[in-house]
């Protein structure tokens, strides 16, 4: 009978330190999880792709972008396209044939300055159509990135400036990104920016009026980034849009 009782009280032991064991384990895992952090809980740091531009002039209400790069495909691609037009209301925006929402919830009037985007997954060109509310016989121009693994596709600050300079003072999460649109009625019209790289200078040309687009990439722990666009005349009535992403 004592003997049962050493066993009994020895198995007792057993499955104490058994149990305290695995109760470290999960603990030392959850520090690992910690620890490695960005690809555990955040996965890969977002990134931002300037993929290229394009326009088209006719009087129409329908415009069609054939063949547009949108980088490479993966899981996490976000195509983000900027649309400028004037003469009437951009309505909407398709990727590859699939409703892209409206990013920005400005809505400058005149020339329009507008971002849209969409989650795609596959391929590496996409066809882009935007529709306007009515027949326009100017140019509708288009640019379009690519952003990837973001944490939500849903912006966390957008702005839109009518003044010149266009200053765009947006909050840019650490490690964030953010898109910015501008624009101009004054073909020839030059600009200087602040805060972020031009991915695309238009001066002048096709359509009467010039086109600024670019990013930026925030820093870890970076402060929150001062967007600023300066046209060379007000007299252009400039129009900017910005988003920022995480």
């Known amino acids: 009978l004592e003997f049962r009782r050493v066993l009994f009280r020895s198995n007792d032991f057993v499955e104490f330190f058994r149990r305290a064991s695995c109760s470290v ?13 960005t690809r555990i809980i955040g996965g890969p740091l ?14 129409a209400s329908t415009f069609t972008f ?16 900027g649309v400028v037009a004037a003469g009437s ?12 929402p409206r990013l920005d919830t ?26 306007m509310s009515a027949s326009v ?5 288009i640019v379009t990135w690519a952003a990837y693994n973001l944490v939500s596709t849903t912006p966390r600050a957008d702005n839109e400036s009518l003044s010149d300079p266009a200053t765009l003072n947006m909050t840019v999460r650490s490690r964030g990104i953010a898109v910015i649109l501008a624009t101009s009625n004054l073909n ?8 972020f790289s031009a991915d695309l200078t238009v001066t002048s040309g ?18 929150p980034l001062a967007l600023s666009v300066d046209y060379s005349s007000s007299a252009g009535g400039p129009r900017a849009v910005a988003i920022s992403l995480r």
């Open 137 to 141: 016989s100017n140019t509708v121009k």
């Open 188 to 195: 020839g019209a030059t600009y200087t920016t602040s805060g």
């Open 46 to 59: 977002p990134s931002i792709t300037y993929c290229g531009t394009a326009y088209a002039s006719a009087s």
């Open 106 to 131: 400005g809505d400058p009037v005149g020339t329009n300055a507008k971002l849209f985007g969409l989650l795609v997954t596959s391929g590496t060109t996409a066809t882009v159509v935007v529709t």
């Open 89 to 100: 209301t951009i309505n909407s925006v398709t990727i590859g044939g699939v409703s892209a």
């Open 25 to 37: 384990d999960r603990r030392r895992a959850r520090i690992g999880d910690a620890v490695m952090g």
């Open 206 to 223: 096709v359509g009467n009026y010039p086109v600024l687009a670019g990013h930026v990439v925030s820093v870890p722990g970076g402060a």
């Open 66 to 81: 054939t063949s547009q790069s949108i980088s490479t495909a993966s899981n996490r691609r976000f195509v983000i396209v």
